[in-house]
T-cell receptor, first 112, second 112 residues
Framework: GEDVEQSLFLSVREGDSSVINCTYT??????LYWYKQEPGAGLQLLTY?????DMKQDQRLTVLLNKKDKHLSLRIADTQTGDSAIYFC????????????FGTGTRLLVSP | EAGVTQFPSHSVIEKGQTVTLRCDPI?????LYWYRRVMGKEIKFLLH????????ESGMPNNRFLAERTGGTYSTLKVQPAELEDSGVYFC??????????FGPGTRLTVL
């Protein structure tokens, strides 16, 4: 079946880089996503990567995809206190684009 | 452009009562999805509408849950009768193209 796993918690200091990791089981996933949830807010689509890509960069965000190991990571450069949030990894699974399969989320805490 | 909105933001009901959640998608988005996050676990897919038709309702937990999208605009999710295990955050998302889902802020449901 489809399963997405993430570590629950990550703590970094302001200015450092953060790397949030995710592993998934469904090799047929077409897209893989990173969503951000700030306290009291909904899920914000940060970025996504097509499965035939290895890397995608968008300003301070870098997504790396290792299809062989089914591993996805999100690197945030120069992490700021405003980056403190829960980050969810998600995949499209084997049903096309119709539903997203999410991980449990990684809580990122950025300290000054 | 307004994002996905959900109402209410928070609902507290007693076991056995009925609750109706509402979602207003982004204008023009034919695809509408319901997800829920129970007890801090992963966010799970409930169902997917394309306009007013149910495309995929494989995630609906049981027949106490009824989702409708009359006229292909807003959607409602009714839980009747509510049970303790239904407590969680219910998210709605909409998309124009299926690989970009935009989420609402969620409705936090507490069943006592």
């Amino acid at each position: 079946g489809e399963d997405v796993e993430q570590s629950l918690f990550l703590s970094v200091r302001e200015g450092d880089s953060s790397v949030i990791n995710c592993t998934y089981t469904d090799s047929s996933s077409t897209y893989l996503y990173w969503y951000k949830q700030e306290p009291g807010a909904g899920l914000q689509l940060l970025t996504y990567i097509f499965s035939n890509m290895d890397m995608k960069q968008d300003q301070r965000l870098t997504v790396l995809l290792n299809k062989k190991d089914k591993h996805l990571s999100l690197r945030i450069a120069d992490t700021q206190t405003g980056d403190s949030a829960i980050y969810f990894c998600a995949e499209t699974g084997n049903t096309g684009f119709q539903k997203l399969v999410f991980g449990t989320g990684t809580r990122l805490l950025v300290s000054p | 452009e307004a994002g996905v909105t959900q109402f209410p933001s928070h609902s507290v009901i007693e076991k056995g009562q009925t609750v109706t959640l509402r979602c207003d998608p982004i204008s023009g988005h034919d695809n509408l999805y319901w997800y829920r996050r129970v007890m801090g676990k992963e966010i799970k897919f409930l169902l997917h509408f394309v306009k007013e038709s149910k495309q995929d309702e494989s995630g609906m937990p049981n027949n106490r849950f009824l989702a409708e999208r009359t006229g292909g605009t807003y959607s409602t999710l009714k839980v009747q009768p509510a049970e303790l295990e239904d407590s969680g955050v219910y998210f709605c998302a909409s998309s124009l193209i299926r690989n970009e889902q935009f989420f609402g802020p969620g409705t936090r449901l507490t069943v006592l």
